[in-house]
């Protein structure tokens, strides 16, 4: 008897066991030969090694206060965070002792930096002491200190080096003495959240319930009445309708998080929570969270998503507007809000494998975040617009410059994202070449190997190593695009009608040394509709190939984008192999131009453009702007 999802607990298997090849490490290469590196460089020009070092004096306000009443250099200790987190994933990838030496002479500054109470936090130490725990609603502590935790989990896990670890797991003991309901406690919570899945990942590699325990209390207490944020206010002297953005739903924090419908306020925030809360979910078997999280992922999905898994159009909350608002061109889509998208995706995974979750997950991953790394690893786009007229770039560094390591964290992490292990089953997630080793419940270690060039190639297959039989169930999703795919055991094919639950194929047998799993996806060229709701899309089509999106550069077709027609009945297109682009695939396609240069001086005239035949090539979106600069677009005309 196949078990329902929520009677199982689903957890993903840990990075350093799970090793990548193709397209997977060649990223993971750029990251370990530029971006690692790039990312401490450029925190030390901005002085945040400065801002830890007690040996020398505080550097104090960097960056100026702004009128929401904080400075961005408030936040400088989750981008150091964030930046270790990075090079103890590259670690596992690749030795780096200079790298590694680095790393241990930042974190032997945070342990020196520590209270003897435990707390830790650079602004709140040495710039503004005096205001700890006053403004948790804007100035991020606990947000910083669960960056700083999932660094101490990852440093661990790759060296070994408990350090950091201890440093944090003092600062979340100190935190199970501030917050609470008993005297002298504060029943508050971050006004952005983080805290709540880091600590859910330092009671995994501890076995401390009591970290559990905190993340639960702070999902529980947002958003209650009466409202902490407004409580804080008022004790801290300030008006309590006077703060950024002006409404809670800014930081999800205007309804308690079981009775929360629409997704709302900062996409980033967003996201975050609705990681811890699904983390809680799986750890506490809470249905009523599960509950909540299912309405909000249907809201988000079929109203808000961008095509790419881009989230939040807006750049004056970076966050979400109104249904169907996606306009293209100018389009937010802040790459951290998308890699916050594949962290909830894989934790709604945490209850039993379900396509509707993975897809996204995998669509957000390919064209919502990976565009925000170069293919060198070296330069980084904030905000992902969907068009642009060749004025938008990857940058260098940024003012607030969350994206880089978040990015970087999230591509050298890959691994735990693809596979994941309950005590009867492992769940295949995503596909790339691949060698994942798992302990199953007997006790006994499985490494499955996957070979395959996805998402370039339809082939996709398994091998298993066990050193004796064992019964257990494999489940490999099978995208919802994927018409057509065929899956074999040893040779012998299945049906996948009988076997396939929420949209995983569910293998459950007596498993051999050496037994070979085949999976077909086919990776045919689609078009894509958006619904006729979304305005910014009427009269165009997107393409799409596998789970990847599509689009056209001026360095392949020219300029005046807006002039490509694609037919009604999509053609029969040609594909190149990009050997500058890392071996992507390009499509090109017969498809007809408006011709702009016998259009005349004109403005407006009564008849329309007249069209040429032409060819377009389209490439992966997420590879753009690694070329020649110039225009963009993955929405072009249709002759519909």
């Not at 207490?221 to 703060?243: K, V």
């Not at 900062?266 to 299912?294: C, F, N, P, Q």
């Not at 190939?545 to 077709?557: I, K, Q």
Request: charge should be negative; include cysteine; proline fraction near 5%.
């Amino acid at each position: 008897m196949i078990k329902t999802s929520k009677d199982r607990q689903f957890r993903p298997v840990a990075v350093p066991d799970v090793d990548l090849g193709g397209f997977w490490g060649k990223w993971q290469d750029a990251v370990c030969d530029s971006t690692a590196q790039t990312l401490l460089d450029r925190c030390v020009e901005a002085g945040m090694l400065k801002a830890i070092d007690v040996s020398q004096p505080s550097p104090g306000i960097v960056i100026p206060i702004q009128p929401w009443g904080g400075s961005t250099q408030m936040f400088w200790d989750s981008d150091l965070g964030k930046s270790i987190e990075t090079i103890a994933y590259s670690l596992y990838r690749r030795a780096n002792p200079e790298l590694e030496a680095r790393a241990d002479a930042i974190i032997d500054m945070y342990e020196k930096l520590q209270d003897q109470d435990g707390y830790v936090n650079a602004w709140f130490q040495r710039v503004q002491p005096d205001r700890r725990w006053k403004n948790l609603r804007d100035h991020h502590e606990l947000y910083c200190a669960g960056h700083l935790m999932e660094a101490a989990v990852a440093y661990f896990q790759a060296t070994g080096k408990r350090k950091l670890l201890d440093v944090m797991c003092r600062f979340a003991d100190y935190m199970i003495k501030v917050f609470g309901h008993g005297p002298g406690q504060l029943a508050g919570y971050c006004g952005h959240e983080e805290i709540e899945l880091a600590l859910v990942k330092l009671a995994r590699v501890t076995g401390e319930k009591k970290y559990l325990d905190l993340s639960k209390f702070f999902v529980d207490e947002r958003g209650t009445e009466p409202h902490f944020f407004t409580e804080e206010s008022i004790r801290d002297g300030r008006d309590a309708s006077d703060f950024h953005q002006k409404t809670y739903e800014y930081g999800q924090a205007h309804q308690p998080v079981r009775e929360q419908r629409k997704v709302v306020g900062h996409a980033v925030r967003a996201m975050y929570l609705y990681s811890g809360m699904a983390d809680i979910a799986t750890e506490y078997k809470d249905d009523s969270l599960t509950a909540a999280l299912e309405t909000l992922w249907d809201d988000l999905t079929t109203k808000q998503m961008y095509i790419t898994g881009g989230i939040g159009p807006a750049a004056a909350n970076e966050g979400f507007t109104d249904y169907f608002d996606l306009p293209n061109d100018t389009a937010y889509a802040e790459t951290c809000a998308s890699v916050g998208l594949v962290f909830w995706a894989s934790r709604m995974l945490g209850r039993g494998p379900d396509r509707r979750y993975a897809d996204v997950m995998e669509q957000a991953l390919y064209n919502g975040a990976l565009p925000g790394l170069s293919i060198d690893g070296k330069t980084f786009f904030y905000d992902n617009p969907l068009e642009s007229t060749g004025k938008h770039h990857r940058w260098k560094w940024h003012h607030c410059p969350c994206c880089p390591p978040n990015i970087a964290r999230l591509v050298t992490s890959i691994g735990s994202y693809m596979y994941a292990a309950a005590e009867d089953e492992i769940a295949i997630h995503l596909y790339g070449e691949s060698k994942a080793r798992l302990k199953l419940a007997s006790g006994a270690d499985l490494e499955l190997a996957q070979t395959t060039n996805y998402p370039w190639d339809s082939a996709i297959a398994f091998t298993t190593t066990l050193a004796s039989p064992a019964r257990f169930a494999i489940s490999l999703r099978i995208p919802e695009w994927a018409k057509g795919a065929t899956l074999s055991v040893n040779g012998a094919i299945l049906d996948l009608s009988a076997c396939v639950v929420d949209g995983y194929a569910r293998i459950e047998r007596n498993w051999s040394d050496g037994d070979r799993v085949a999976l077909y996806l086919p990776l045919a060229l689609r078009p894509q509709f958006a619904n006729p709701k979304v305005r910014q899309d009427a009269g165009r089509v997107a393409l799409m190939r596998g789970p990847l999106v599509y689009c056209v550069e001026t360095t392949d077709n020219g300029e005046d984008l807006n002039t490509i027609i694609l037919p009604s009945n999509l053609p029969s297109g040609k594909t190149t192999v990009l050997s500058e682009l890392n071996g992507a695939v390009a499509v090109d396609l017969p498809v007809e131009r408006e011709d702009t240069g016998a259009w005349g001086k004109s403005l407006y005239r009564s008849e329309p453009a007249r069209r040429e035949p032409a060819t377009a090539r389209f490439v992966p979106y997420h590879l753009w702007d690694n070329r020649t600069p110039g225009e963009m677009l993955v929405w072009v005309q249709s002759d519909q």
